[in-house]
């Protein structure tokens, strides 16, 4: 069994987050730490650990993790303007909390897609 992370508990409502969209597959909120003046996770319901662990059964929640992030685009104000959605996977990809996630980032220019190599 994959283990819970923080997300469970905010989907759960247990713990405090800024809930900006919920319904029965998908919750997204506000990050804790934004990285640009919009950033919202939008997060599957179910316990997904990684983008490694998809199984074709998943594919209409993923799906509607993108129907969702464009509308919380619209309702923000930055589908016009433009912005990122963002999956990272396990230690290269920089994930920190194992339970699938899509990043909505947006409201400034967000600058090169990747850090360059030093
Ligand atoms: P990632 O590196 O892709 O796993 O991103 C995890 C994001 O989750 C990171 O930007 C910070 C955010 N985060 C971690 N813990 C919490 C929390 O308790 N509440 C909220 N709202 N966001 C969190």
Request: aromatic residues 0%; charged residues 25%; glycine residues 4%.
């Given at each position: 069994m994959p283990t819970e992370t923080i997300f469970s508990k905010i989907i759960r409502r247990e713990i405090p987050s800024d809930i900006v969209y919920q319904d029965e597959q998908v919750t997204a909120f506000r990050d804790?730490?934004?990285?640009?003046p919009v950033h919202i996770l939008v997060v599957p319901n179910?316990?997904?650990?990684?983008?490694?662990?998809?199984?074709?059964?998943?594919e209409p929640v993923l799906g509607h993790m993108f129907v969702v992030a464009a509308r919380i685009a619209a309702q923000e104000g930055i589908a016009e303007s433009g912005y990122r959605l963002l999956v990272n996977c396990n230690r290269d990809g920089g994930q920190e909390v194992y339970h699938l996630h899509l990043h909505i980032l947006g409201g400034?220019?967000?600058?090169?897609?990747v850090m360059r190599q030093s």
């Open positions: 804790i730490n934004p990285q640009a179910k316990l997904i650990p990684t983008a490694n662990d998809v199984v074709p059964e998943d400034r220019r967000l600058g090169p897609m």
